[in-house]
């Protein structure tokens, strides 16, 4: 069992930057793509970013590329995403989740472990 923990969300100006961060217990993210997700009210949950813990392989959603940054910290066992340029359309719950794929993945039904999300709030 993999247990995540986000944190780092918040109420940013557009054009503002947050940091969230995605904690992993239970297994270490070594063999794992850790994804990141969103959620507005009254929408579907959508892709964000995703990366290949073990060879840092990295895909994003055209919404946020060039503006989103995954990183990971192996002693943490820890994945960022710095979000910056924020715009008021970013605002959403975002998730964290994890799964043992071979290769980076966007769809959320494939994802087997999953975080509390933590909520983002840009205002214009």
């Known amino acids: 069992q993999v247990q995540l923990v986000e944190s780092g969300g918040g109420l940013v100006q557009a054009g503002g930057s947050l940091r969230l961060s995605c904690a992993a217990s239970g297994r270490t993210f070594s063999n794992y793509v850790v994804g990141w997700f969103r959620q507005a009210p009254g929408k579907e949950r959508e892709f964000v970013a995703a990366i290949k813990w073990r060879d840092r392989n990295t895909l994003y959603a055209d919404s946020v590329r060039g503006r989103f940054a995954l990183s990971r910290a192996n002693a943490e066992n820890t994945v960022y995403l710095q979000m910056n340029s924020l715009k008021p359309e970013d605002t959403a719950d975002y998730y964290c989740?994890?799964?043992?794929?071979?290769?980076?993945?966007?769809?959320?039904?494939?994802?087997?472990?999953w975080g509390q999300g933590t909520q983002v709030t840009v205002s214009s």
């Open positions: 989740a994890a799964a043992l794929f071979s290769a980076v993945n966007s769809w959320p039904t494939a994802y087997d472990y």
